[in-house]
């Protein structure tokens, strides 16, 4: 029931507020706490201007919870959005969220080299998708496991949060969670 309730909420000018102040912190019970929200060693990276690779999955903070997609390259990334939308955006509008705290996109790279990385065939299957239609959930047909599936060709997956997107992509690039860094885009400046 509490799922069926999610997916009738509108988003208006009087309930903007309690949205921020009351879903946001729900989504944050939800989600494992994900490296960007404490100051560490592996976050010095603020001004990180490289571009993503093609074909990495990519997020960005909403509040308290995050969104993610699929880099396809020049300045475009593949979302499921809010109303269920596999769509192409702009960076602009991919961070343009309603719930969004800022403008940086989180984006994976090795940590001993810093160098960005992706799969360009995660961005050849999330082109695939495009203008579909999923039945979106918060909790269980989000960004999430659409971008899960983008890597694993199964769109019906149970990836809805971002620490499992991370692990999977983890698992996708041969790669240990501990050998990437998720450090901040500041795609803005360039």
């Not at 509040?63 to 809010?82: K, R």
Request: hydrophobic share 40%.
């Amino acid at each position: 029931m509490r799922n069926r309730l999610l997916n009738k909420i509108k988003i208006t000018p009087s309930n903007r507020k309690t949205l921020q102040n009351i879903v946001a912190p729900m989504l944050w019970g939800l989600e494992k706490t994900s490296i960007h929200r404490h100051s560490s060693i592996l976050n010095k990276s603020y001004n990180f201007m490289q571009e993503p690779a093609i074909g990495a999955v990519i997020y960005c903070q909403l509040g308290t919870a995050e969104h993610s997609g699929v880099y396809i390259g020049n300045g475009s990334v593949i979302e499921l959005d809010g109303r269920g939308h596999v769509k192409k955006v702009s960076l602009k509008e991919f961070t343009g969220n309603l719930f969004s705290t800022d403008k940086d996109i989180f984006i994976p790279v090795i940590k001993h080299a810093m160098l960005p990385i992706g799969d360009p065939d995660v961005a050849e299957e999330a082109i695939k998708n495009l203008s579909q239609r999923r039945q979106y959930n918060l909790l269980d047909d989000n960004c999430h496991q659409f971008v899960t599936g983008c890597m694993v060709g199964n769109l019906e997956n149970d990836c809805n949060f971002l620490f499992m997107v991370k692990e999977q992509f983890a698992n996708h690039m041969c790669l240990e969670e501990s050998d990437i860094v998720w450090v901040r885009w500041k795609w803005y400046l360039d």
